[in-house]
């Protein structure tokens, strides 16, 4: 097979790899988790999960890689029983006043998640944003934001972590750790405990 060419760049087939870097970027991402499990505001998280059980239905959206997680948040709600869609699927339901609209954007900055929030306010939507930067314009539209420290395109500092990879780790994980409340307040398992309460599927039915 033909080794696929790189964009101009020479290597030099002698010259050794840096040792460890898979390891120093797991490494720098736990480290990471660790302090946003220390920094972050249970009053905040409470209140997207308070927000997500009230509405009528819930809205999710995310650009780039935060689209990738906010399409995951969405369908683990899904999975519980809730009326959660991804914007821009083709079965996502027109938006209205009672809907939760959250939106997952690292700088706080990114356009077509500033264009969905100004849509949501002019349809009377709840938003909620998850966001690195509580100056960004998302968090001023919004109604309620989730603060996740993490590097972002806008908030740039060294790291082993490439990109925006920290930010969408911890995103994923404080998403997920609301899944794991809302699953708890609702009596609903993931059917490996061997608790006897209701799972996702009896949820959706009933």
């Given at each position: 097979?033909?080794?696929?060419?790189?964009?101009?760049?020479?290597?030099?087939?002698?010259?050794k790899?840096?040792?460890?870097?898979?390891?120093?970027?797991?490494?720098?991402?736990i480290?990471?988790?660790?302090?946003?499990?220390?920094?972050?505001?249970?009053?905040e998280?409470?209140?997207?999960i308070?927000?997500?059980?009230?509405?009528?239905?819930?809205?999710v959206?995310?650009?780039?890689?935060?689209?990738?997680?906010?399409r995951?948040?969405?369908?683990?709600?899904?999975q519980?029983?809730f009326?959660?869609?991804?914007v821009?699927?083709?079965?996502t339901?027109?938006s209205?006043?009672?809907?939760?609209?959250?939106?997952?954007?690292?700088?706080?900055?990114?356009?077509?998640?500033?264009?969905m929030?100004e849509?949501?306010?002019?349809?009377?939507?709840?938003?909620?944003?998850?966001?690195?930067?509580?100056?960004?314009r998302?968090?001023?539209?919004?109604?309620?934001?989730?603060?996740?420290?993490?590097?972002?395109?806008?908030?740039?500092?060294?790291?082993?972590?490439?990109?925006?990879?920290?930010f969408?780790?911890?995103?994923?994980?404080?998403?997920?750790g609301?899944?794991?409340?809302?699953?708890?307040?609702?009596?609903?398992?993931?059917?490996?405990?061997g608790?006897?309460?209701?799972t996702?599927?009896?949820?959706?039915?009933g």
């Open positions: 097979m033909k080794r696929r060419e790189s964009r101009g760049r020479v290597r030099d087939p002698s010259a790899r840096p040792a460890g870097k898979v390891k120093l970027v797991i490494d720098e991402i480290s990471h988790l660790e302090k946003v499990g220390r920094e972050l505001s249970q009053s998280s409470q209140g997207i308070d927000e997500i059980e009230s509405a009528n239905h819930v809205f959206y995310g650009a780039g890689r935060s689209g990738y997680v906010a995951s948040f969405a369908q683990r709600l899904k519980m029983g009326d959660a869609f991804f821009g699927d083709t079965t339901p027109a209205g006043k009672g809907d939760l609209l959250i939106a997952v954007t690292g700088s706080g900055e990114t356009p077509s998640v500033i264009s929030l849509t949501g306010n002019a349809l009377g939507v709840r938003q909620a944003v998850v966001t690195s930067n509580r100056d960004g998302a968090s001023r539209m919004a109604h309620l934001t989730l603060y996740v420290p993490g590097k972002t395109k806008l908030l740039e500092r060294p790291s082993h972590a490439p990109f925006t990879s920290l969408d780790v911890a995103a994923l994980s404080v998403l997920d609301i899944t794991a409340e809302l699953m708890q307040s609702s009596g609903l398992t993931d059917g490996t405990s608790e006897p309460t209701r996702w599927s009896d949820r959706a039915s």
